[in-house]
């Protein structure tokens, strides 16, 4: 099973499994669940590999095979079980090979439960225009980045006209925020972006990333560099560089063709917001036969606006997998998205600018 957060001693993310087992353990430990003999001091690692635990809490230890207090060893697989040395572990390992493996399921459950309520918790919320303080579409033509301060302004005030005292329409190629004059050229767009990128502007670095994937605005395609980037921008929290990532395990663009990565990154992912992510977790689950789980994943992307999977639900109720009552829901909280980003500035800026501006 995957991780739901980055591990540090982990590769690319992704923890071992025993290691996944043991942290759960850890937790059994400090609510009171394991053996009361069993301390609930932090575990660490000796030379050897085997688990440690903290001076200071050797007298509370009990090895499981003599019974002597002080035991420093605890069982490598489960650990629940502590030992005073290495003899008395390989004595007692028969014995104890059946509670182990129940510890180790036992763990496993609690793990898969543990990551389930963090996958499906409602993520946070999408950033409101700074302007006119409605929530951003999450339609990408729905919103612009500005390179010139950093931030991203809804369509609708992008292109909104601006006003003299005198009433009189003037020329409005300033940021709606921040007025900088436009970029006069893609040169300048992208040196200001390289800019944002070097004080760790995490959708700045995220753009960059995009560029060399798709060898565009003056870079060539490098898939290697940004994989670094996005890499960089998801640690900075740009849920949708993570996303990128997913994809590009799914792909095999940079890296080798790995569906346990990808949708490793699109949890990452849609734990941080993306809503495409998050549809790709329920095409997934779809696939694979777990029609709730596909179910869930589109309902929370439905309720971030996520229109493709509305229409994925849709499909669903066609082929009966899912009820009536759920196709409704799912319209409701569609619905209810587009009353919180509805606005006639940006319905202008969609009939003037057509699909450049479209927000939903």
């Known amino acids: 099973m995957m991780?739901?957060?980055?591990?540090?001693?982990?590769?690319?993310?992704?923890?071992?499994?025993?290691?996944?087992?043991?942290?759960?353990?850890n937790m059994l430990q400090v609510m009171g669940t394991a053996d009361n003999n069993v301390s609930t001091c932090a575990v660490n690692c000796d030379n050897e590999g085997d688990y440690i635990t903290d001076e200071?809490?050797?007298?509370?230890?009990?090895?499981?095979?003599?019974?002597?207090?002080?035991?420093?060893?605890?069982?490598?697989?489960?650990?629940?079980?502590?030992?005073?040395?290495?003899?008395?572990?390989?004595?007692?390992?028969?014995?104890?090979?059946?509670?182990?493996?129940?510890?180790i399921r036992l763990a496993a459950e609690h793990a898969a439960k543990w990551h389930d309520e963090e996958l499906f918790k409602q993520p946070p919320p999408a950033e409101d225009?700074?302007?006119?303080?409605?929530?951003?579409?999450?339609?990408?033509?729905?919103?612009k980045y500005k390179e010139c301060c950093g931030k991203e302004i809804c369509s609708g005030c992008v292109y909104a006209p601006v006003y003299d005292n005198q009433g009189n329409e003037v020329d409005n190629e300033k940021c709606a925020f921040c007025r900088a004059p436009c970029p006069s050229s893609v040169e300048e767009l992208v040196e200001r972006e390289m800019k944002r990128a070097k004080m760790n502007d995490a959708h700045a670095i995220g753009k960059q990333g995009y560029y060399y994937a798709e060898g565009i605005r003056g870079f060539p395609q490098d898939y290697t560099k940004a994989l670094e980037l996005f890499h960089r921008a998801g640690e900075l929290g740009y849920a949708k560089a993570l996303c990128a990532i997913g994809i590009a395990?799914?792909?095999?663009?940079?890296?080798?063709?790995?569906?346990?990565?990808?949708?490793?990154?699109?949890e990452l992912a849609a734990m941080g917001g993306d809503m495409q992510a998050r549809y790709n977790l329920g095409l997934e689950e779809e696939e694979a036969g777990n029609v709730?789980?596909?179910l869930k994943h589109h309902m929370i992307a439905i309720r971030g606006g996520y229109n493709n999977s509305l229409s994925m639900i849709k499909e669903m109720y066609t082929k009966g997998?899912?009820?009536?009552?759920?196709?409704?829901?799912?319209?409701?909280?569609?619905?209810?998205?587009?009353?919180?980003?509805?606005?006639?500035q940006r319905d202008k800026a969609a009939a003037t600018y057509g699909e450049n501006c479209r927000y939903y």
Do not use: W
């Not at 225009?129 to 919103?143: D, V």
């Not at 799914?250 to 699109?266: C, L, N």
């Open 249 to 266: 395990y799914d792909k095999g663009e940079g890296v080798e063709v790995d569906e346990e990565m990808a949708t490793h990154y699109y």
């Open 292 to 294: 709730e789980r596909a």
């Open 129 to 143: 225009c700074p302007i006119c303080f409605l929530l951003l579409p999450t339609l990408n033509t729905g919103s």
């Open 56 to 103: 200071k809490d050797m007298v509370l230890a009990v090895c499981a095979n003599c019974g002597k207090e002080g035991a420093k060893n605890i069982c490598n697989k489960c650990n629940q079980v502590k030992y005073c040395n290495a003899v008395c572990k390989k004595v007692h390992k028969k014995k104890h090979k059946k509670d182990c493996e129940e510890n």
């Open 3 to 25: 991780t739901s957060t980055f591990d540090s001693n982990c590769k690319d993310g992704v923890s071992k499994s025993n290691d996944g087992v043991c942290e759960v353990n």
């Open 321 to 344: 997998y899912v009820t009536k009552e759920d196709y409704t829901k799912a319209l409701q909280s569609y619905q209810s998205y587009l009353s919180e980003i509805r606005s006639p």
